[in-house]
């Protein structure tokens, strides 16, 4: 993969696409020049200049993971934000933001790992996750994966077409709020009975990646470790207040 060395260099990008996912949440594809391309869990930071000069930055996970110069956000309206509200509702095709990265190197997916891995998000949470199931997609990588998403209801979920669609990612669904009609499991939180049931009868144990509210982060995480899995096997990745 074509990598810049100058990865705390702010590179001008300009908004190629803007598709609403959910009522509160949408994706942007930058076109940054020099960006070089990145690995499935990285983050950017993306800064935005008002006419006056003023500046706001926000750290923001890639959904997208591959070689080129093109990156992928998606980004969740927060009450009373800065800056998202901006990204979801304001911001056109055409328009210049800037970025900064590929950062992070540890909450990463790389298509020559080749032990089981679990992903497991929560609301916009899925968006690292999602580049890992795109660089598996795309890798044609044989690895187990098992993605566990919770979300409000069927509204509220990123991506839900293309998870619909992948073909080399087990999915289960965890509705907080609202479940489908008809739906074999009652609205509810994620709770450790929803966790031991992905417990295969044998075979090398997963390796995790946890992303979320801190909150959900912090709840998964203990239960993970509660029912057997080792701590140095989770990855979390978390934002927002507990």
């Known amino acids: 993969m074509r ?3 100058h990865v705390d260099v702010w590179k001008p990008a300009t908004v190629v696409t803007a598709t609403q996912l959910t009522p ?6 930058l076109d940054a020049p020099g960006w070089g391309g990145n690995l499935a869990g990285q983050h950017a930071d993306v800064r935005l200049t008002a006419p006056d000069g003023y500046q706001a930055v926000r750290s923001y996970s890639i959904a997208s993971a591959d070689a080129g110069d093109r990156i992928e956000i998606a980004v969740d309206r927060v009450p009373d934000g800065e800056v998202s509200p901006f990204l979801v509702d304001a911001i056109e095709v055409g328009d210049q933001v800037e970025v900064r990265g590929p950062l992070g190197g540890w909450f990463v997916w790389r298509p020559e790992d080749t032990e089981p ?7 916009s949470g899925i968006v690292p996750l999602m580049a890992m199931v795109r660089a598996h997609e795309a890798a044609g990588s044989t690895t187990p994966f098992r993605l566990v998403y919770s979300v409000r209801s ?3 979920a990123f991506f839900a077409d293309e998870l619909a669609a ?4 087990e999915v289960t669904w965890i509705y907080t709020r609202r479940a489908p009609d008809g739906w074999p499991r009652p609205a509810g939180r994620l709770a450790a009975a929803d966790l031991q049931a992905l417990e295969s009868t044998g075979g090398e ?3 995790v990646f946890v992303c979320g509210p801190t909150g959900f982060v912090e709840a998964v995480a203990d239960t993970l470790v509660a029912i057997g899995h080792d701590p140095a096997r989770i990855k979390t990745e978390r934002f927002g207040g507990a």
């Open 3 to 5: 990598r810049t060395n």
């Open 24 to 29: 509160s949440g949408r994706s942007l594809v």
């Open 117 to 123: 891995v679990l992903l497991i998000g929560g609301g």
């Open 154 to 156: 069927p509204q509220d």
């Open 166 to 169: 992948a073909t080399g990612v």
């Open 205 to 207: 144990a997963p390796s």
